[in-house]
């Protein structure tokens, strides 16, 4: 997993004015492209941070969402949307991606329900069948993280759910 970094920062008073809109929008897709599949909540910190900003109050959230592609690939999990690169087919994609990096291991809540799905996937194929707690314990693993907590679990839950719609189980 790779995490887009912004190629110089920009000044934050422009954040506000029609050119840095353009530049958020530059910045969204070039994200997109890098990162994809990636939460809406995950791309809007990655420009929010670009910007120098430390949290995403009403009037960043206001032009980050006016910023966002009109017409973007997008899947929904829950609440939280999942934005996808052009090219990239939710109901074909096999893969998962883990960070080599401190910095570029997700949290379980940046980390896709189609991804969680592949992960279990291959867990699946190397254990044959296995119990869910174990499943999620070993699918946490493979992305580096140590346990399943609640919160984990929801998250989890969503990518076993994903894997059982794509019949592959």
């Known amino acids: 997993y790779s995490v887009w970094r912004s190629d110089s920062p920009p000044a934050q008073m422009d954040f506000y004015e029609e050119s840095g809109k353009e530049r958020i929008r530059q910045q969204i897709a070039q994200i997109i492209r890098q990162e994809a599949p990636v939460y809406e909540h995950v791309l809007k910190r990655r420009v929010a941070r670009a910007w120098g900003f430390t949290r995403i109050g009403g009037n960043i959230q206001k032009i980050l969402d006016e910023c966002l592609p009109p017409d973007p690939a997008v899947t929904e999990n829950g609440e939280e949307r999942v934005f996808w690169a052009p090219g990239q087919n939710p109901a074909e994609y096999r893969f998962y991606r883990v960070g080599e990096t401190e910095e570029s291991k997700r949290a379980i809540d940046e980390i896709p329900p189609e991804e969680l799905a592949n992960a279990m996937y291959e867990v699946l194929m190397d254990f044959h069948s296995c119990e869910v707690d174990t499943l999620f314990r070993e699918t946490?693993?493979?992305?580096?993280?140590?346990?399943?907590?609640?919160?984990?679990?929801?998250?989890?839950?969503?990518?076993?759910?994903?894997?059982?719609?794509?019949?592959r189980i």
Request: net charge positive; hydrophobic share 35%; charged share 25%.
């Open 140 to 167: 946490v693993k493979l992305f580096g993280l140590s346990s399943v907590t609640n919160r984990a679990r929801k998250f989890l839950q969503h990518g076993l759910d994903t894997l059982r719609k794509s019949g």
